[in-house]
C-alpha cells in the first residue's frame, strides 16, 4: 500500500492548517483534553440549514480528509482567511480533502440565511455550508473562537484518522 496521500495530508495540516500534530495531543479542542474528541453527526439536516449541497451526513464524507471551518461573516479574521481556505481547497481537491463549513453567528443579523448566502457568495465559497444559528454544532465539538479549522479525525481507516492509504 501507497502512503503519499497520508504524508501529503500529514505535511498539509502542518504547514498550511497551522496546527501543531503531536498527537494525542489537542488541536483546537480546549486545554482540558488529552485527544481530540470525535466528532459528532452534523447536527441540522434540514435543506434550509444548509448552503451549496443538500444536507451531509457523516457516512457522505467517509474516506476523505475533512477540515470543518467555523466562520462567521462579520468576523475580519474570518473573511480575511478565506484566500488561504479557498487556495488550499483548489490545491488538494484531488486528494480528497472536503471543506464544510459551519456558520455560528456571533451577532443577530448574521442569522439571516440570505445574508448568509451573498456573504458566501461574496467570498466565493463554494463548499457545503451548514447553518448553525443555535450553537449545536460548535458547542458539540467545544469550539470557542472563529476562525476555527478543524481537521476530521474519523473519516478513514489511518488510525490517526487525517489521512487514508491508497487502495
Known amino acids: 500500500m501507497a502512503y503519499s496521500k497520508c504524508v ?4 498539509f495540516w502542518r504547514r ?11 488541536l483546537a479542542f480546549g486545554d482540558s483534553h488529552t485527544q481530540p474528541p470525535r466528532v459528532p453527526e452534523f447536527t441540522h439536516q434540514a435543506p434550509a440549514d444548509w448552503i451549496n449541497s443538500p444536507p451531509l451526513k457523516l457516512a457522505n464524507l467517509r474516506g476523505q480528509v475533512v477540515l470543518i471551518d467555523f466562520w ?6 474570518c473573511y480575511r482567511s478565506f484566500p ?48 448553525d444559528n443555535d450553537f449545536s454544532y460548535w458547542r458539540a465539538l467545544g469550539n470557542r473562537y472563529w476562525p476555527a479549522f478543524l481537521p476530521h479525525r474519523s473519516m478513514g481507516p489511518h ?5 487514508r492509504r491508497d487502495p
Open 72 to 77: 462567521t461573516f462579520e468576523c475580519w479574521n
Open 8 to 11: 501529503m495530508s500529514l505535511a
Open 84 to 131: 488561504w481556505l479557498r487556495s488550499v481547497e483548489e490545491r488538494y481537491h484531488r486528494q480528497d480533502l472536503q471543506v464544510v463549513g459551519v456558520h455560528t453567528p456571533e451577532f443577530e443579523h448574521e442569522r439571516v440565511r440570505s445574508s448568509i448566502v451573498n456573504k458566501a457568495k461574496e467570498f466565493g465559497l463554494h463548499h457545503p455550508i451548514m447553518l
Open 16 to 26: 498550511a492548517a497551522g496546527l501543531f500534530l503531536a498527537f494525542p495531543s489537542s
Open 159 to 163: 488510525p490517526q484518522g487525517l489521512c
